[in-house]
């Protein structure tokens, strides 16, 4: 059973235009979220995160909202960019990621088109 | 500063041959960890240490095999490769979130 879920395979919007990723999650436990992003042939890279304690964490261009009730996180990009082209995956965590291990989702595609 | 290196990049196997994927990282974190990913997968662990001489299992271990005899290397074990294991391997470290992650190895069984 799937724990940490990304309904949506690909994403495309408009260079300059809002981006939305959203991820849902089953488990109640989880008490730390994190975006990471995936250029091929890469490892995935730490994007930005955010614990239970709070409902939205900022860091430039980039905005994570945390739905506890919902067991709903989402990703804005604001502005989009050519660059931000990637696969973006949701991951959880227990116990403040302490411990490290994360559950990951299957990812978003995100095209950004100029 | 290097951060997390896996070799090799590429390897392909034969069924029922086997080979060590090897992690080293230069952050001196104590956690150390392998996922494997496939395509509409994403990412599940398979093993990860939480310090020198330490290993435990993930979500995916079977067939798999680890050691962490140096706090920076973490060495990941097929014993005998099936077409299964076909995927790309990262490995991770961490002192706690977020987790660093290698390039990683793509390794493919015939």
């Known amino acids: 059973d799937q724990q940490v879920k990304q309904n949506s395979p690909s994403l495309s919007v408009q260079e300059g235009r809002i981006s939305i990723l959203n991820c849902d999650y089953t488990n109640s436990m989880f008490d730390y979220f994190l975006w990471y992003k995936k250029y091929p042939a890469e490892g995935p890279t730490f994007l930005i995160s955010i614990s239970s304690i709070k409902d939205k964490n900022e860091d430039g261009r980039f905005t994570v909202f945390l739905n506890k009730s919902a067991k709903h996180l989402s990703l804005h990009i604001v502005p989009s960019q050519p660059g931000d082209s990637a696969v973006y995956f949701c991951a959880a965590s227990y116990y403040g990621g302490s411990q490290g291990n994360l559950i990951f989702g299957k990812g978003t595609k995100l095209s950004v088109k100029p | 500063n290097a951060g997390v290196t896996q070799t090799p990049k590429f390897r392909v196997l034969k069924t029922g041959q086997s080979m060590t994927l090897l992690c080293a990282q230069d952050?001196?974190?104590?956690?150390m960890y392998w996922y494997r990913q496939d395509p509409g997968m994403g990412l599940r662990l398979i093993h990860y240490?939480?310090?020198?001489?330490?290993?435990a299992k993930g979500e995916v271990p079977d067939g798999y095999n680890v050691s962490r005899l140096k706090k920076q290397n973490f060495l990941l074990g097929l014993e005998s490769a099936a077409p299964s294991q076909t995927s790309v391997y990262f490995c991770?470290?961490?002192?706690?979130?977020?987790?660093?992650f290698g390039n990683g190895t793509r390794l493919t069984v015939t």
């Open positions: 240490s939480v310090g020198e001489g330490t290993t």
């Open positions: 991770a470290s961490s002192d706690g979130p977020p987790l660093h």
């Open positions: 952050m001196n974190h104590e956690y």
